[in-house]
């Protein structure tokens, strides 16, 4: 099993910054694809970011592309999300997940989740 802590959220102004961490233990952390998910009330998890497992590859959502990041680093067993240019509509709850074949909402494992609020 890969055990995931996400931490790095809070409440932002709009057009701020924020840098989420996600934290693994557990099996080898390399042999794991990383993806960020979040969800706002009422709304499905959305897929926002994913990371290969050596994180030479990553791929975003288009709500997020060019303000988003994701970066892993496997010696540490983390991966970072940097978030900038912050909009009210990133409020959300945000995810780490990991799987050894493909990142999905409905597999995989989980973090328990951060809160990011931005305010207008």
């Known amino acids: 099993q890969v055990q995931l802590v996400e931490s790095g959220g809070g409440l932002v102004q709009a057009g701020g910054s924020l840098t989420l961490s996600c934290a693994a233990s557990g099996r080898t952390f390399s042999n794991y694809l990383i993806g960020w998910f979040r969800q706002a009330p009422g709304k499905e998890r959305e897929l926002i970011a994913t990371?290969?497992?050596?994180?030479?590859?990553?791929a975003y959502a288009d709500s997020v592309k060019g303000r988003f990041t994701i970066s892993r680093d496997n010696a540490k067993n983390m991966v970072l999300l940097h978030m900038n240019s912050l909009k009210p509509e990133d409020t959300a709850v945000y995810y780490c997940a990991a799987d050894r074949v493909v990142v999905t909402a409905n597999r995989g494992y989980w973090g328990q989740g951060t809160q990011v609020t931005v305010s207008s």
């Open positions: 990371i290969s497992w050596s994180g030479t590859s990553t």
